[in-house]
C-alpha cells in the first residue's frame, strides 16, 4: 500500500491575515492618492495667503494698502462687524438657496416634459439657453422693478440665472441613454413612464447634481449683482456701500465670506451626490 502523504494546510486565522495583508496595500494606495490630491491646494492656499500677507502682491502690483487690505486686517473687520455680516450673509444665503432651488426645479420640469418630446423639445431647450446670453446687469433692475426692493427680486434673478443650466444639462442626461437599454426595458414591455422612472431619470442624475453645483456658484453671483442695484441688506449692499465708503477690509470681508458660503454649499450639493448615485463611477473612483 502506498503511504498517504499528509496534505499540510494552514489555519483559518493565517490564512485571513494573509487575506487582509492583501487588501492593505489597496487601501494604503487610496489613502497615498487621496492625500496627493488634498494637500497640493491646501498649501497653494497657505502659500498664497502668507504672500499676501508679506505684501507680495501689493509689490508686485504696485498697490496700496487702502487698495488691498491684508488677511490680518480682513480677518480683524470680520471679527469686528462679526454680527453684521452673519445676519447680511443669511440674507443672501436665503436670496440664492431660494433661488436657486426654483430656478432648477423648473429647468428640471422644462427637460422632463421636452423629453418626452424630444423633437420640438430640443428647440425649446435651446430657447432657454438663450437666457444666459442676457446681461445680469440687465436683468437685474428688470426684476427689481418687477418685483420690488426686497427677497423676491433677488430670488426672481437667480431663478432666472439657474434655469438654463439645469435645463440644458437634464435635457442632455434625459436623452442620453445607450439603445442597448431601451431595447431591454422594450423587451420587457415597459412603457413610456417606466422607462422614465427606472431608466431615464436614474441615468440623468449625475447631469442634474453637475447643473447644481454649477448653479451654487452661478446663485451666488446672481445675488451679490441683484443687491447692488436696489436693496438695502446683503452682502452685494454692503460690498458696494463699503466701497464707496472706502472702507475695504469690510468690503472685502464680503467677497471671503460670500466665496466661502458658494464652496460650503457646493461641497453639500457632492455629499448629496455621493449618497444619491453611489454607483456612479466617479463616486466608485473616489472610494
Same mark, same amino acid.
Given at each position: 500500500?502506498?503511504?498517504?502523504?499528509?496534505?499540510?494546510?494552514?489555519?483559518?486565522?493565517?490564512? @485571513?491575515?494573509?487575506?487582509?495583508?492583501?487588501?492593505?496595500?489597496?487601501?494604503?494606495?487610496?489613502?497615498?492618492?487621496?492625500?496627493?490630491?488634498?494637500?497640493?491646494?491646501?498649501?497653494?492656499?497657505?502659500?498664497?495667503?502668507?504672500?499676501?500677507?508679506?505684501?507680495?502682491?501689493?509689490?508686485?502690483?504696485?498697490?496700496?494698502?487702502?487698495?488691498?487690505?491684508?488677511?490680518?486686517?480682513?480677518?480683524?473687520?470680520?471679527?469686528?462687524?462679526?454680527?453684521?455680516?452673519?445676519?447680511?450673509?443669511?440674507?443672501?444665503?436665503?436670496?440664492?438657496?431660494?433661488?436657486?432651488?426654483?430656478?432648477?426645479?423648473?429647468?428640471?420640469?422644462?427637460?422632463?416634459?421636452?423629453?418626452?418630446?424630444?423633437?420640438?423639445?430640443?428647440?425649446?431647450?435651446?430657447?432657454?439657453?438663450?437666457?444666459?446670453? @442676457?446681461?445680469?446687469?440687465?436683468?437685474?433692475?428688470?426684476?427689481?422693478?418687477?418685483?420690488?426692493?426686497?427677497?423676491?427680486?433677488?430670488?426672481?434673478?437667480?431663478?432666472?440665472?439657474?434655469?438654463?443650466?439645469?435645463?440644458?444639462?437634464?435635457?442632455?442626461?434625459?436623452?442620453?441613454?445607450?439603445?442597448?437599454?431601451?431595447?431591454?426595458?422594450?423587451?420587457?414591455?415597459?412603457?413610456?413612464?417606466?422607462?422614465?422612472?427606472?431608466?431615464?431619470?436614474?441615468?440623468?442624475?449625475?447631469?442634474?447634481?453637475?447643473?447644481?453645483?454649477?448653479?451654487?456658484?452661478?446663485?451666488?453671483?446672481?445675488?451679490? @449683482?441683484?443687491?447692488?442695484?436696489?436693496?438695502?441688506?446683503?452682502?452685494?449692499?454692503?460690498?458696494?456701500?463699503?466701497?464707496?465708503?472706502?472702507?475695504?477690509?469690510?468690503?472685502?470681508?464680503?467677497?471671503?465670506?460670500?466665496?466661502?458660503?458658494?464652496?460650503?454649499?457646493?461641497?453639500?450639493?457632492?455629499?448629496?451626490?455621493?449618497?444619491?448615485?453611489?454607483?456612479?463611477?466617479?463616486?466608485?473612483?473616489?472610494?
Amino acid at each position: 500500500m502506498k503511504e498517504l502523504t499528509a496534505v499540510k494546510t494552514e489555519p483559518l486565522s493565517t490564512s @485571513v491575515a494573509k487575506s487582509e495583508g492583501v487588501k492593505k496595500p489597496k487601501r494604503s494606495a487610496n489613502k497615498a492618492s487621496r492625500s496627493a490630491t488634498l494637500w497640493p491646494p491646501i498649501g497653494f492656499g497657505v502659500l498664497f495667503i502668507f504672500i499676501w500677507q508679506l505684501k507680495g502682491f501689493h509689490k508686485l502690483f504696485h498697490l496700496e494698502l487702502y487698495q488691498l487690505p491684508i488677511p490680518s486686517a480682513i480677518a480683524k473687520a470680520i471679527q469686528n462687524n462679526s454680527d453684521v455680516l452673519w445676519s447680511y450673509s443669511l440674507y443672501t444665503g436665503s436670496e440664492m438657496i431660494g433661488g436657486c432651488m426654483i430656478g432648477s426645479a423648473i429647468g428640471l420640469l422644462a427637460a422632463i416634459a421636452a423629453s418626452f418630446i424630444p423633437r420640438a423639445g430640443k428647440g425649446a431647450i435651446t430657447l432657454l439657453a438663450a437666457l444666459n446670453a @442676457v446681461p445680469i446687469v440687465a436683468l437685474a433692475p428688470i426684476m427689481n422693478n418687477w418685483f420690488g426692493d426686497g427677497v423676491a427680486s433677488k430670488i426672481a434673478l437667480v431663478s432666472i440665472m439657474t434655469m438654463a443650466t439645469m435645463a440644458v444639462s437634464a435635457f442632455k442626461g434625459l436623452r442620453s441613454v445607450e439603445p442597448a437599454y431601451l431595447e431591454l426595458m422594450h423587451s420587457y414591455a415597459a412603457g413610456r413612464l417606466a422607462i422614465f422612472a427606472k431608466l431615464r431619470f436614474r441615468l440623468a442624475l449625475p447631469h442634474i447634481f453637475i447643473a447644481l453645483k454649477i448653479n451654487m456658484a452661478t446663485g451666488m453671483i446672481g445675488a451679490i @449683482v441683484g443687491e447692488f442695484f436696489i436693496s438695502s441688506r446683503g452682502l452685494g449692499f454692503l460690498l458696494s456701500d463699503q466701497i464707496k465708503l472706502g472702507n475695504m477690509p469690510i468690503a472685502w470681508s464680503c467677497i471671503i465670506i460670500a466665496a466661502v458660503l458658494g464652496i460650503a454649499l457646493y461641497y453639500c450639493i457632492q455629499l448629496v451626490e455621493r449618497i444619491a448615485i453611489p454607483w456612479h463611477v466617479a463616486q466608485r473612483a473616489k472610494k
